[in-house]
């Protein structure tokens, strides 16, 4: 029951960062810093830690899942985004927003199931190992909910859905977790379908909504994302 335990608390520090961003009316300028943290910190999360996974369980054949998960986002952005409404009062560039906030919602949540399975894998080769994995996604879990919150704000959801979405990570997380008990044999196409997802949605999504804002200080925060796994990867690999 360890394992459940521990997704729950990571839950909890995903709804916890959700907090932070429904608490306070934060300005425009201030979700653009979000968004590009979340941005690089999402990519760094992907090539650091989901790539080589993957590439450890099936080899080289992962970069083919890779591709497979990217196109599959990229497809259904450009087939189901003709459908979504959400009023006439609403303008073209709020519900590109609107839309591109649900995309990273899924990616995210994507990542999150893939953070239970990690550190639930952890636990099956001995307790110590899966404690050290829990404690480097723990450390991730609060800025992750701080990211996906601002992120809905920012596509002009109200702050129940923030938190509704914040918990959301939370409950993919502990999905994961029942997931590698079931179907542990199938984690080597999982987990390189969700790191494509994963490319898209930061790649294709959030780095050109923080390319739209001028000067280099966003760049930089984008840099900043990136650093913090860095920075993780060598606490944890170190």
């Known amino acids: 029951m360890l394992p459940f335990?521990?997704?729950l608390t990571a839950a909890v520090a995903e709804v916890f960062g959700g907090l932070i961003i429904v608490r306070q009316n934060w300005e425009r300028r201030y979700l653009n810093y979000f968004i590009a943290f979340g941005a690089g910190f999402l990519l760094a999360a992907v090539f650091l830690e989901v790539m080589p996974e993957a590439l450890r369980l099936v080899g080289t054949k992962a970069l083919y899942f890779v591709l497979v998960g990217y196109l599959v986002v990229h497809l259904a952005e450009h087939t189901l985004s003709s459908h979504f409404h959400f009023g006439e009062e609403v303008h073209g560039?709020?519900?590109a927003a609107r839309h591109r906030s649900l995309s990273v919602l899924a990616g995210l949540m994507i990542h999150?199931?893939?953070?239970?399975?990690a550190f639930s894998s952890g636990f099956i080769v001995s307790n110590w190992l899966g404690l050290i994995l829990f404690a480097a996604i723990l450390l991730h879990k609060i800025p992750?909910?701080?990211?996906?919150?601002s992120v809905m704000v920012a596509g002009g959801h109200g702050p129940q859905a923030a938190l509704v979405s914040a918990a959301l990570l939370g409950a993919s997380t502990i999905v994961g977790v029942l997931a590698m008990m079931l179907?542990?044999?199938h984690v080597g196409i999982g987990l390189p379908l969700a790191a494509g997802v994963s490319i898209y949605v930061a790649a294709s999504d959030l780095i050109p909504e923080t390319n739209q804002q001028p000067g280099v200080r966003l760049a930089l925060v984008v840099f900043a994302g990136a650093g913090l796994v860095v920075a993780l990867h060598s606490l944890l690999h170190g």
């Open 183 to 185: 179907f542990a044999a």
């Open 112 to 117: 999150s199931f893939f953070d239970g399975i």
């Open 144 to 149: 992750e909910g701080f990211t996906v919150a």
């Open 93 to 95: 560039e709020q519900v």
């Open 5 to 7: 335990a521990l997704a």
